[in-house]
Structures are given as structure tokens and as C-alpha cells.
């Protein structure tokens, strides 16, 4: 349920007529009422939030919509798949412009699928994205898998990548089977280690089957299911992988209007109206969208302890210092 100071934070954000904050609360608050069991007022608190933001009309009386029905994997996949229900939005996320439309085209032939196939075209589903940590790569895996509403199903490397001869092969196998069997969003996190050059001179005979059976595989699929692979490591791929994929999306550190967007969004619970923006954002030059967010949450950690709900500019640039410092 909403603390006094969400509910002190949405009143707020309304009378300012702030709406990216009203919206940024509002889903706080469902994030808190999941974590606390409270799933049904959860689900239905986002939906509102969804239509009220596309400006789509409510359920006309009578209309009955289905819940999807969670997905487990079971048997071997269990230990290779991480399954998921995210309820992540793109709308939750801080990219810019090119990036944000690359992501949404994807949807729009995810969603209009059927017709694209009718047409003997396929849609948009197996996805390549690189560029630094902590800048949108996994999150935008949850975000497809919560605007289509599909399980996320992360594969595990370490249990995917063994010494064995043909072991590994065998166990990509059973995945891509899956994504036959199960429509989702598929994610390859940490991709160079399983797609690095087979003409690097380190590498042995093993890894170079294993990159070879995924390529077949990759080729012969041709599941609804979306496949994501994400690296920090562009450069490590082997190139044939390029052309396997059908987009290639870069993801960079935020440009200096995406990083006052997340800041404010991050910091939306606490008053920031004397907040020394110029400051804040000379500190946050350089810093990835996660290494924001865990600036934010400290220095609003430290607001709270202090038993105020104001965040001090000192408190924010010295949170955004530390983070630059962590990463050496």
C-alpha cells in the first residue's frame, strides 16, 4: 500500500501538473504492492497507468480479459532457464530518441505480427544489443517480455557452457526447443562467452562447435519467440553472428537530458525543487543509467534517515561521485 510519502508525492506531482512524475510514483507504488503480496492491486494499478498514459479506454462492462498463465521450465531446462513475468514498460525507460524508436519498432511488428506474416515477411525478433554495463541492455529484455506480455526466460551460461564434448550443443538444443514450444523473450546475457571469434587464438576446439551449433540453430529457427542476445564485449563476437540477427542496437551512456530524466525520476518520492540541477548533472557526466539509479537511491537513503523528505544537492553530487569512484 502507498506510504504518506508517495501519497504526499503523487498530490504534489498533480497540483505541479508534473505528469512524467505523477506516472513515475504511481508505478512505485505498484512495485511496492507486488513486493508486499498485493499482487492483484499491482497488476491492476499498472494497467491504469498504461491506458491512462496511451490514452486506450477501459474494458467496456462485461469484457473479459485473460490473464496468461505463468510459465515454469521443468525437467533439464530448469536449470538452464531463469524464468520471469516482468511488468517492465518501455515507457520506464530513460533512452534516447534513436534507441527508444529502434525498441518500439520492434514492438509494433511483434504486436502486428500475424499480418506481417500473411504477407510472407517475418517480424523483428532476433536482437543484438551492445554497449557499456548499467545502460538499458537487460532491462530492455524485461521491458519487450512485460509490453508483449511473454515470460522472460534467461538463459544460464554457467550451466549452458560445459568442459564435455557436444554437452553444451545438446543443452542449446533444449532451448531453442523451448523457444518453439513457449512463445517468450529469450535472453543470451553475457553473449561474448558464448559468441566470441572462433578465430581468436585462445580459443579451443569446444567453443568453437558450440558458436558453431548456435549459428545453425539461430538460422533455423522460426519460433514467435524473440531472441535477445546482449554483450559489453562488441568487439569479442565473431562477425558471422552480425548477419544472423535481424537488428543490431547500440545502447550508449545517457546524453546529458536522459540523465537529468532518470535522476528525476529516481529521486520522484523526494522534493527536488531546490535542488541544484547544474551540479548534480556536471557530477552525473559519464555515469550509465545504473550506476544513476544506485546514486539516487543512496542519497535518497540518506534524506530518509535524516527524517526529511527534501534531498540535498551536496547528498546527490557526493552519491555521484562515489559511483564514478566504484568504477575505478
Given at each position: 500500500?502507498?506510504?504518506?510519502?508517495?501519497?504526499?508525492?503523487?498530490?504534489?506531482?498533480?497540483?505541479?501538473?508534473?505528469?512524467q512524475r505523477f506516472y513515475s510514483v504511481a508505478l512505485q507504488v505498484a512495485a511496492q504492492a507486488a513486493r508486499q503480496g498485493h499482487n492483484r492491486f499491482a497488476i491492476d494499478l499498472r494497467d491504469l497507468i498504461d491506458r491512462a498514459k496511451a490514452g486506450v479506454e477501459r474494458p467496456k462492462p462485461g469484457q473479459v480479459t485473460r490473464p496468461v498463465p505463468m510459465v515454469q521450465p521443468r525437467g533439464e531446462l530448469a536449470g538452464l532457464l531463469n524464468a520471469a513475468y516482468p511488468k517492465t514498460r518501455l515507457s520506464e525507460m530513460a533512452l534516447d530518441a534513436v534507441t527508444h524508436g529502434r525498441i518500439k519498432r520492434v514492438l509494433t511488428e511483434q504486436r502486428d505480427r500475424a499480418?506481417?506474416?500473411?504477407?510472407?515477411?517475418?517480424?523483428?525478433?532476433?536482437?543484438?544489443?551492445?554497449?557499456?554495463?548499467?545502460?538499458?541492455?537487460?532491462?530492455?529484455?524485461?521491458?519487450?517480455?512485460?509490453?508483449?506480455?511473454?515470460?522472460?526466460?534467461?538463459?544460464?551460461?554457467?550451466?549452458?557452457?560445459?568442459?564435455?564434448?557436444?554437452?553444451?550443443?545438446?543443452?542449446?538444443?533444449?532451448?531453442?526447443?523451448?523457444?518453439?514450444?513457449?512463445?517468450?523473450?529469450?535472453?543470451?546475457?553475457?553473449?561474448?562467452?558464448?559468441?566470441?571469434?572462433?578465430?581468436?587464438?585462445?580459443?579451443?576446439?569446444?567453443?568453437?562447435?558450440?558458436?558453431?551449433?548456435?549459428?545453425?540453430?539461430?538460422?533455423?529457427?522460426?519460433?514467435?519467440?524473440?531472441?535477445?542476445?546482449?554483450?559489453?564485449?562488441?568487439?569479442?563476437?565473431?562477425?558471422?553472428?552480425?548477419?544472423?540477427?535481424?537488428?543490431?542496437?547500440?545502447?550508449?551512456?545517457?546524453?546529458?537530458?536522459?540523465?537529468?530524466?532518470?535522476?528525476?525520476?529516481?529521486?520522484?518520492?523526494?522534493?527536488?525543487?531546490?535542488?541544484?540541477?547544474?551540479?548534480?548533472?556536471?557530477?552525473?557526466?559519464?555515469?550509465?543509467?545504473?550506476?544513476?539509479?544506485?546514486?539516487?537511491?543512496?542519497?535518497?537513503?540518506?534524506?530518509?534517515?535524516?527524517?526529511?523528505?527534501?534531498?540535498?544537492?551536496?547528498?546527490?553530487?557526493?552519491?555521484?561521485?562515489?559511483?564514478?569512484?566504484?568504477?575505478?
Amino acid at each position: 500500500m502507498p506510504t504518506a510519502a508517495q501519497v504526499k508525492a503523487l498530490i504534489r506531482s498533480h497540483a505541479d501538473g508534473d505528469e512524467q512524475r505523477f506516472y513515475s510514483v504511481a508505478l512505485q507504488v505498484a512495485a511496492q504492492a507486488a513486493r508486499q503480496g498485493h499482487n492483484r492491486f499491482a497488476i491492476d494499478l499498472r494497467d491504469l497507468i498504461d491506458r491512462a498514459k496511451a490514452g486506450v479506454e477501459r474494458p467496456k462492462p462485461g469484457q473479459v480479459t485473460r490473464p496468461v498463465p505463468m510459465v515454469q521450465p521443468r525437467g533439464e531446462l530448469a536449470g538452464l532457464l531463469n524464468a520471469a513475468y516482468p511488468k517492465t514498460r518501455l515507457s520506464e525507460m530513460a533512452l534516447d530518441a534513436v534507441t527508444h524508436g529502434r525498441i518500439k519498432r520492434v514492438l509494433t511488428e511483434q504486436r502486428d505480427r500475424a499480418h506481417i506474416q500473411s504477407h510472407g515477411l517475418v517480424p523483428l525478433r532476433r536482437l543484438l544489443l551492445v554497449g557499456p554495463p548499467g545502460t538499458g541492455k537487460t532491462m530492455t529484455a524485461a521491458a519487450l517480455a512485460g509490453e508483449l506480455n511473454i515470460p522472460l526466460f534467461s538463459i544460464q551460461l554457467h550451466s549452458l557452457i560445459t568442459k564435455y564434448l557436444g554437452e553444451t550443443a545438446a543443452k542449446l538444443r533444449l532451448v531453442f526447443d523451448a523457444m518453439q514450444a513457449t512463445r517468450a523473450v529469450f535472453l543470451f546475457d553475457e553473449f561474448d562467452a558464448l559468441g566470441t571469434d572462433r578465430a581468436a587464438k585462445n580459443e579451443v576446439g569446444e567453443i568453437r562447435r558450440v558458436l558453431n551449433s548456435f549459428l545453425q540453430f539461430l538460422e533455423h529457427d522460426a519460433s514467435d519467440s524473440i531472441v535477445v542476445a546482449a554483450t559489453n564485449h562488441p568487439a569479442l563476437l565473431d562477425r558471422a553472428l552480425l548477419r544472423r540477427f535481424d537488428a543490431v542496437i547500440e545502447y550508449s551512456l545517457p546524453t546529458r537530458a536522459v540523465t537529468e530524466q532518470v535522476l528525476r525520476s529516481r529521486l520522484a518520492l523526494l522534493q527536488t525543487s531546490r535542488l541544484g540541477w547544474k551540479a548534480v548533472l556536471d557530477a552525473a557526466e559519464g555515469l550509465s543509467h545504473g550506476e544513476l539509479s544506485k546514486a539516487c537511491e543512496h542519497a535518497a537513503k540518506n534524506a530518509i534517515l535524516g527524517r526529511r523528505m527534501e534531498v540535498k544537492t551536496a547528498e546527490v553530487v557526493e552519491a555521484l561521485k562515489e559511483r564514478r569512484s566504484a568504477q575505478g
